[in-house]
């Protein structure tokens, strides 16, 4: 029960009208209240009510109220016991105060006064409450604190051997005290042969460990004293460097140097994922390049027909201004002419800015991306390449399909890795098929790109999107474009999956959230 709750109290009284009014004062002030007619009866309801209060008459047949003051004390000692008493009964009154009674009233009952006393009442108990908990507080103080100073060097001994971190701290001559799990990984070192033997310098080249010195006496790097997210290297048991981010602070006490504490974070994974994505970059641009060498022969088809229709037409232009002024006549005449080099312009200008946009190399760019676009660009770029090898192209592009979240560079690349090496296995023509649906739970927009060439070998399928796996003859591939394609397709959160019926057809699916995945994004440079 806390301060604000209301406080039961028990009214003990054998007049019945005064056990009524002032239960019902005491309702009206907050109180919750019992009664009882006699001494008795008063405790038998302190078992059941367990008042904190108690306000008992004096004078009663049976059990008078300096028995109920004993009784209550003896059987309930928290209780508070507040005594009324004749006008004239001091001598009662005295000896009830001397019993632990925590205070008098007269009767008649004035209602100030008896708020006043059950105000003392309260006091008094809240303070014995308080002085109770304080007293069990210094019982156990001692132990507890004993065990709580265990339980802390326990948990900070836990804290800095659990670090993924190394941390190694030094005391003021430089000797180091400390030394973790993760610095005896990091370095090879076992902490026996270093723990208050070694010195930080131990760990650096003399060259490096001057410059970490000098910057971390300075204020540059997080404040004096401290440095803050430093790359350094330090030396392993072989004295091979190890590259490392360095966190460290010079610990003072009495305006001295009492210490340094250090925290190592070991950079050499990360190094090999930053070389691992370079290299991922650098095979995703070469297989780029590779695609716009295929590309190269139908762009150049593409081009060469509508210039060679602006050619004509302009000559034809030329031939008839040359001949003097333009006859009305002839206006309507060059007009159509004039629509026909813009129309054959507007189509080589669209040419070169898809080639411009899949050959561009550029960091990767996410942002909404129509799969529309990317299917009509690609067909743009690739229908050369499909007329040279007798294929026929069949569409069947969903109407309204959502955006999804990518990079969409990376995105038409794969496209057109499937597309020309759907056209690779129809040697002798067939039919390649591009489908984008729409799926619903979750919402997916699936890419089927579906040949009738030759298909895929069972024995082939497991590997075919494994890097320099390749079926075509040498020369004709490095094995790149599956592998490539599955990359980029899997870090926009989507998959890559193929299905094949040798000799008849393969299929080759991709799906991709309609959401973005909120933990992943496309990687590398285009």
């Not at 650096?204 to 430093?230: C, I, K, Q, T, W």
């Not at 890559?496 to 959401?515: D, K, M, N, Y």
């Amino acid at each position: 029960m806390t301060s604000t709750d209301p406080w039961p109290v028990l009214i003990i009284d054998d007049e019945q009208d005064i056990r009524e009014v002032t239960a019902l004062t005491l309702t009206d002030a907050g109180y919750v209240v019992d009664t009882a007619a006699d001494g008795a009866e008063g405790l038998a309801r302190c078992e059941q009510f367990s008042p904190r209060i108690v306000i008992t008459d004096i004078r009663m047949p049976g059990m008078d109220g300096i028995q109920v003051l004993e009784a209550v004390k003896q059987r309930f000692p928290d209780t508070e016991v507040i005594v009324a008493t004749a006008f004239g009964e001091m001598e009662t009154a005295i000896r009830a105060l001397q019993l632990d009674a925590s205070d008098f009233i007269t009767k008649p009952i004035h209602t100030e006064a008896m708020m006043v006393a059950l105000e003392r009442a309260r006091h008094r108990y809240a303070t014995r409450q308080q002085l109770k908990d304080y007293t069990r507080h210094l019982e156990k103080g001692l132990s507890r604190t004993t065990r709580q100073l265990e339980e802390t060097v326990a948990f900070q001994d836990r804290l800095i051997e659990s670090s993924m971190d190394g941390i190694c701290g030094c005391d003021g001559s430089g000797k180091v005290v400390t030394f973790n799990r993760s610095m005896e990984r990091m370095l090879g070192l076992d902490r026996a042969s270093v723990l208050n033997q070694a010195t930080l310098e131990h760990f650096f080249s003399p060259a490096e460990y001057r410059r970490v010195r000098e910057d971390l006496a300075a204020s540059g790097h997080g404040g004096p004293n401290r440095l803050m997210l430093y790359e350094t290297c330090l030396l392993d048991h072989r004295r091979q460097p190890v590259p490392v981010q360095l966190s460290a602070a010079v610990l003072m006490e009495g305006g001295q140097a009492a210490g340094t504490v250090c925290f190592f974070r070991d950079l050499r994974r990360i190094h090999r994922l930053e070389q691992e994505m370079a290299d991922q970059a650098r095979l995703l641009h070469q297989d780029k390049m590779m695609s716009l060498g295929r590309l190269a022969a139908s762009v150049a088809h593409e081009i060469n027909n509508p210039l060679a229709g602006i050619l004509n037409y302009i000559r034809l232009m030329l031939r008839t201004v040359n001949k003097g002024p333009l006859p009305p006549d002839k206006h309507a005449q060059f007009a159509r002419y004039l629509s026909l080099v813009e129309t054959e312009t507007d189509r080589c200008s669209k040419i070169v800015a898809s080639l411009l946009t899949f050959s561009r190399r550029s960091p990767v760019s996410v942002g909404p991306v129509s799969i529309s676009e990317i299917v009509d660009r690609s067909i743009v770029l690739a229908r050369h390449r499909l007329e040279l090898g007798n294929v026929t192209l069949a569409t069947c592009i969903a109407d309204h399909l959502p955006d999804i979240s990518g990079d969409a560079n990376q995105l038409q690349q794969c496209l057109l890795n499937l597309i020309f090496n759907a056209v690779d296995a129809m040697p002798d023509g067939g039919t390649l098929t591009l489908s984008a649906t729409l799926e619903d739970k979750p919402a997916t927009v699936v890419i089927r790109v579906t040949d009738t060439g030759h298909g895929i070998h069972e024995a082939d399928m497991a590997q075919i999107f494994e890097p320099f796996f390749t079926t075509k003859r040498e020369g004709h591939g490095l094995g790149l474009g599956l592998s490539t394609t599955y990359g980029i397709i899997d870090r926009h959160g989507g998959t890559l999956t193929a299905a094949s019926q040798p000799g008849r057809e393969t299929t080759f699916e991709i799906r991709l959230p309609v959401q973005a995945p909120g933990s992943r994004s496309p990687g590398g440079t285009a």
